[in-house]
């Protein structure tokens, strides 16, 4: 599976941005695609999973505030990101396996590419 993740920028806090997460060379089908982001001089942290169409789960920090959901018909993952804080600064990127565990772990087999998102205070 390749992963193409993309729609990062710079906002403004309070401003909301959309993340698509796409698949090639692959349906995501079962796989379990998470999302993560690494501020700088920080540690890469998980941000929200996504199962199926409706099985997810955040991380304490963006619950409420960031969606994740798929597409199947795109082959995509969308991180809907709303009222975004300075905080939320980060290289964002995504990872799909086959376990949840892998996936929340950090030790996932399929990586995206990072795509940058800078929130302006």
């Known amino acids: 599976v390749q992963l193409q993740a993309s729609g990062g920028g710079l906002v403004q806090a309070g401003d909301s941005l959309r993340l698509p997460c796409a698949a090639s060379?692959?349906?995501?089908?079962?796989?379990?695609v998470g999302w993560f982001r690494q501020a700088p001089g920080k540690e890469r942290e998980f941000v929200a999973h996504i199962r199926g169409s409706e099985n997810t789960y955040y991380a304490d920090s963006v619950k409420g505030r960031f969606t994740i959901s798929k597409d199947n018909a795109k082959n995509t993952v969308y991180l809907q990101m709303n009222s975004l804080k300075p905080e939320d600064t980060a290289v964002y990127c995504c990872?799909?396996?086959?376990?949840?565990?892998?996936?929340?772990?950090?030790?996932?087999?399929?990586w995206g590419q990072g795509t940058l998102v800078t929130v302006s205070s």
């Open positions: 990872a799909a396996d086959l376990t949840i565990s892998t996936v929340r772990s950090g030790t996932a087999r399929y």
């Open positions: 060379g692959r349906t995501f089908g079962n796989y379990v």
